[in-house]
């Protein structure tokens, strides 16, 4: 009994130590999305000449933009099928063209307003994701749901860029915040869960960090539109 004990205790530890590992492993990579990010927008703004060819030039600029989502949906649909390497390369490709795109929203929002969004996003994506790691309960039952509330989010913002209303962009928004403050929660859950499950190595680990940078760039959107100072 007391060698069953034992190994029920080894296997309990030996859980929690790849649970450890990939969170950490993925936070590490988060951050460095988000440093290129922050960079890669840094450099677009002090380059004049390569902010007013994004801004002048919508064909350019929804180019860039499809070109974001076509790695997004090339390393989260062919992980399985891709090297750790060329994973790597593409989120980090990702997060630079990200920054790019993301410049714009210095030209429209004050630079105190996206500071302190910044850090009210942070607070609120560090809380939801430690809550997600540490709670006991199942949250598959929120992946329906806020999938589905993912899904409205995108209709309606895509009917609001030909209807152009400002209560609708606030609804929007408010909707958002609560859509992507549950998504960090549950996503950190499901990198817990797959950890447990025995999942390991850099792929998984780019994976889950594309997951939340995805969350912490969308809940800093939806902030920004909901609260942020316009210029």
């Known amino acids: ?53 994004i801004v002048g030039n919508r064909l350019l600029f929804f180019g860039l933009m499809i070109g974001e989502l076509a790695l997004v949906f090339t390393l989260s649909g062919a992980i399985n099928r891709l090297s750790a390497a060329t994973a790597t390369l593409i989120f980090i490709a990702y997060s630079a063209l990200n920054g790019v795109t993301l410049s714009v929203v210095a030209l429209v929002y ?32 929120w ?5 589905m509330g993912l899904i409205g989010v995108v209709i309606a913002s895509v009917v609001n860029i030909f209807v152009g209303s400002s209560a609708v962009s606030w609804v929007i928004s408010a909707i958002g915040v609560v859509v992507f403050t549950g998504l960090t929660a549950y996503d950190t859950w499901k990198i817990k869960e797959m950890a447990a499950r025995g999942t390991e190595g850099r792929k998984p680990a780019i994976l889950g960090a594309l997951t939340l940078y995805l969350d912490f760039i969308n809940l800093f959107l939806m902030l920004l539109r909901f609260t942020g100072s316009r210029r």
């Not at 080894?10 to 492993?25: F, P, S, Y």
């Open 1 to 53: 009994m007391n060698e069953l004990n034992q190994s029920y205790a080894r296997t309990a530890d030996q859980t929690v130590v790849r649970q450890n590992t990939l969170i950490r492993q993925v936070y590490a990579w988060m951050g460095a999305g988000l440093t290129v990010t922050a960079i890669m927008a840094l450099t677009t703004l002090s380059s004049p000449a390569i902010l007013n060819a």
């Open 110 to 141: 004050t630079s105190n307003s996206i500071a302190s969004t910044f850090v009210v996003t942070a607070g609120m994506f560090g809380a939801m994701s430690v809550y997600g790691f540490v709670t006991k309960r199942d949250l598959t039952s």
């Open 143 to 147: 992946g329906s749901f806020l999938f």
